[in-house]
């Protein structure tokens, strides 16, 4: 592989190993997860950490969530309270990212952190991360495989498309089944915020832990600076909350409201999520502006209005 392409990898052994020599060599590789494609690297390799902040074009202050493949190898790395471990113990694997205060025999690139006391780090579910991560034996540091501020990849054809030429490899195995990026918690002295809504929903985590969860998505200076303004965004104009869109735009549709493209036909929020990512890079190519119908901000609804409202602020905001 001594060349500038970026090769599609399959999922047999073979690729596999491929794919960990890569990682071992300091390279970038994109891997599927349960819930977008993360672009990898080796989380202790300061140069390897480096090219992913290179490639994404993304702010330095903005830290990295690290993947390992157990409980177990989370306490490598972060420090474990009450409910983390609870929180641990119920979703993993599976699409929640616990931010944690820093293990101190850690051996991360201090760039996985940019520079904070605290770690995220989560365990995926999907069986080709999890074999990713065995084989490799080590932390993979993982954001989403997009340009910073563009939308998240679901597909290795998406991954593609943005970052040709620019990774060495791409493991293919087909659509994200979850589409939206996990959801991010902190706890921190059995104190715990919603950093970034997902799959799992605020209801879900409060009914577990029988506690509060507090919002911190919206604070200014949160420690989650990817959560700024504009995100996940698509080349064109977009608005929300639209039933009757304008002449020139492409109606995203939900539910009754059946648009150029429908999240859902049935109104399932779930399915919504899961073709978010992939419709909104769809849209993206035809260059017209893109109006996106109503969807409630129930259970994962919410999550999804988090990533619209993330996608149509406005060009000029700052985003990471
Ligand atoms: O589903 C996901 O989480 C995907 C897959 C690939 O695992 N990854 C992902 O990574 O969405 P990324 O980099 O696109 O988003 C990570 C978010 C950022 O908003 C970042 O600020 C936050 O996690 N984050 C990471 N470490 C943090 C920390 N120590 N404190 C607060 N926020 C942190
Ligand atoms: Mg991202």
Same mark, same amino acid.
């Given at each position: 592989m001594?060349?500038?392409?970026?090769? &599609?990898?399959? &999922?047999?052994?073979h690729?596999?190993?491929?794919?960990?020599?890569?990682?071992h060599?300091?390279?970038?590789?994109a891997?599927?997860?349960?819930?977008?494609?993360?672009?990898? *690297?080796?989380?202790?390799?300061d140069?390897?950490v480096?090219?992913i902040?290179?490639?994404? =074009?993304?702010?330095?202050f903005?830290?990295?969530?690290?993947?390992?493949a157990?409980?177990?190898?989370?306490?490598?790395?972060a420090?474990?309270d009450?409910? *983390?471990?609870? $929180?641990?113990?119920?979703?993993?694997?599976?699409?929640?990212?616990?931010?944690?205060?820093?293990?101190?025999?850690?051996?991360?690139?201090?760039?996985?952190?940019?520079?904070?006391p605290?770690?995220?780090?989560?365990?995926?579910?999907?069986?080709?991360?999890?074999?990713?991560?065995?084989?490799?034996?080590?932390?993979?540091?993982a954001?989403?495989?997009?340009?910073?501020?563009?939308i998240?990849?679901?597909?290795?054809?998406?991954?593609?498309?943005?970052?040709?030429g620019?990774?060495?490899?791409?493991? =293919?195995?087909?659509?994200?089944q979850?589409?939206?990026?996990?959801?991010?918690?902190?706890?921190?002295?059995?104190?715990? =915020?919603?950093?970034?809504?997902?799959?799992?929903?605020?209801?879900?985590?409060?009914?577990?832990?029988? $506690?509060?969860?507090?919002?911190?998505?919206?604070?200014?200076?949160?420690?989650a600076?990817?959560?700024?303004?504009?995100?996940?965004?698509?080349?064109?104009?977009?608005?929300? =909350?639209?039933?009757?869109?304008?002449?020139?735009?492409?109606?995203?549709?939900?539910?009754?409201?059946?648009?150029?493209?429908?999240?859902?036909?049935?109104?399932?929020?779930?399915? *919504?999520a899961?073709?978010?990512?992939?419709?909104?890079?769809?849209?993206d190519?035809?260059?017209r502006?893109?109006?996106?119908?109503?969807?409630?901000?129930?259970?994962?609804?919410?999550?999804?209005?988090d990533?619209?409202?993330?996608?149509? *602020?406005?060009?000029?905001?700052?985003?990471?």
């Open positions: 001594n060349d500038n392409r970026t090769h &599609i990898l399959g &999922i047999s052994c690729d596999i190993t491929r794919a960990v020599n890569l990682l060599q300091q390279e970038l590789v891997f599927p997860t349960e819930t977008v494609y993360g672009l990898g *690297a080796d989380a202790r390799a140069k390897a480096a090219a902040y290179n490639v994404k =074009d993304r702010p330095e903005n830290p990295l969530i690290v993947h390992v157990s409980i177990a190898d989370a306490k490598r790395y420090v474990f009450e409910t *983390a471990e609870r $929180l641990a113990q119920h979703y993993w694997p599976g699409p929640l990212t616990l931010v944690l205060p820093l293990q101190y025999t850690h051996n991360l690139s201090g760039l996985v952190t940019a520079g904070l605290t770690v995220g780090i989560r365990v995926p579910s999907h069986p080709v991360a999890q074999t990713l991560i065995t084989a490799f034996d080590g932390p993979i540091a954001p989403s495989a997009n340009p910073s501020s563009r998240s990849p679901t597909t290795a054809k998406h991954v593609l498309q943005e970052l040709n620019q990774i060495k490899a791409i493991i =293919d195995s087909g659509p994200c979850i589409g939206l990026e996990s959801t991010i918690i902190r706890s921190m002295n059995n104190h715990i =915020d919603l950093l970034r809504p997902g799959h799992i929903t605020q209801e879900n985590v409060e009914s577990l832990l029988r $506690l509060p969860l507090k919002r911190v998505t919206d604070e200014v200076e949160i420690s600076p990817g959560q700024l303004p504009l995100h996940y965004a698509p080349r064109s104009i977009m608005r929300l =909350d639209v039933r009757y869109p304008e002449q020139d735009e492409n109606h995203l549709g939900f539910g009754e409201i059946s648009g150029d493209l429908n999240l859902s036909p049935s109104g399932d929020l779930t399915e *919504a899961a073709n978010l990512f992939s419709y909104l890079h769809r849209l190519v035809q260059s502006p893109i109006a996106v119908a109503p969807i409630p901000s129930k259970g994962i609804g919410y999550a999804i209005n990533r619209l409202r993330r996608a149509s *602020a406005h060009k000029t905001a700052h985003s990471t």
